[in-house]
């Protein structure tokens, strides 16, 4: 029967593939290590800029320099943009990529 059986091809691809390493529990530990601090780091990242927004409006509330109603969000982050540039938007992030990525 020519259908019953691999192909030499197909079936020494399928015997390489049992030879492969298998992960180490010490292995996968450090995988998912790297892989959560990559992630906390790089959604830290990029959720900086909202944060600082946001607390930037907080702040001109508490002092009273802003009404609640005047706060909106493009307006806070032009104003920011013109007065400190786009440096502005990401201070702190190295703190807080630090905290975030390597656990709480």
Known sequence: MHGASLPTRNRNKLEHVHEERVASASDILWINLASGMTAGSAAALLTHP????????????????????????????RRMIQAEGWVSLWGGVVRRGGRRGGGK
């Open 50 to 77: 909202f944060d600082v927004i946001k607390t930037r409006i907080q702040v001109e509330i508490a002092h009273g320099s802003r009404d609640e109603t005047d706060a909106k969000t493009l307006s806070i982050l």
